[in-house]
């Protein structure tokens, strides 16, 4: 049974780079055709879809951040990983990994404050 | 962007009663639809896909129904622990949307 948890810093600063890690457990990622994916919550908001990877290393984002996003793979690992640059307190909010669309990590906090 | 208007954003009532959310989408979706349940501090847990396909373990008192751009989803029978916020979600293109979410409050 895969399960997915979320992993980094909970406090980064204004115009930092925001880094987290989604650690797969139970099946290998090299072995899913699937795609893997970043989703968050900002207070007071829904869920935003950021984008997703597949195991071989392509990518696609939401046009609404895609300046900003970065989503890598390293299959040796079983890890999946979002970089967001620039961030501002809009950027606050749970990060979730997913294997969409039955498979979600708890979530994890991350506030943008300095 | 498919655009995803959910409705109602919130709603309250009581155990044992029945309620009904709305998700219209801005273009066909061809059923390719989710509902997902949200609970502060859990993973979101997918309820039912395709529209109207209950996942395994889901009880049978949620339902979902509807194609092309209107779809509705159902909670009959409502418990206690159905206390949560539910989402639609598109995936008949990417980027994936969803809906603004219904906080539902079981009284």
């Known amino acids: 049974q895969v399960q997915l948890q979320e992993s980094g810093p909970g406090l980064v600063k204004p115009s930092q780079t925001l880094s987290l890690t989604c650690t797969v457990s139970?099946?290998?990622?090299?072995?899913?055709?699937?795609?893997w994916s970043w989703i968050r919550q900002r207070p007071g908001k829904g869920l935003e879809w950021i984008g997703c990877?597949?195991?071989?290393?392509?990518?696609y984002y939401n046009p609404s951040l895609e300046s900003r996003v970065t989503i890598s793979v390293d299959t040796s690992k079983n890890q999946f990983y979002l970089e967001m640059s620039a961030v501002t307190a809009a950027d606050t909010g749970i990060y979730y990994c997913?294997?969409?669309?039955?498979?979600w990590g708890r979530g994890t906090l991350v506030t943008v404050s300095s | 962007d498919i655009q995803m208007t959910q409705s109602p954003s919130s709603l309250s009532a009581s155990v044992g009663g029945r309620v009904t959310i709305t998700c219209q989408a801005s273009q066909d979706i061809n059923n390719y639809l989710n509902w997902f349940q949200l609970k502060p501090g859990r993973a979101p847990k997918l309820l039912i896909s395709d529209a109207s396909h209950l996942e395994p373990g889901v009880p049978s008192r949620f339902s979902g129904s509807g194609s092309g751009t209107h779809f509705t989803f159902t909670i009959s029978g409502l418990q206690p622990e159905d206390t949560a916020t539910y989402f639609c979600q598109q995936y008949e293109n990417l980027p994936r949307t969803f809906g603004q979410g219904t906080r539902l409050e079981i009284k």
């Open positions: 990877v597949f195991s071989r290393g392509d990518a």
């Open positions: 139970g099946g290998s990622i090299a072995s899913f055709t699937h795609y």
């Open positions: 997913a294997k969409e669309p039955d498979v």
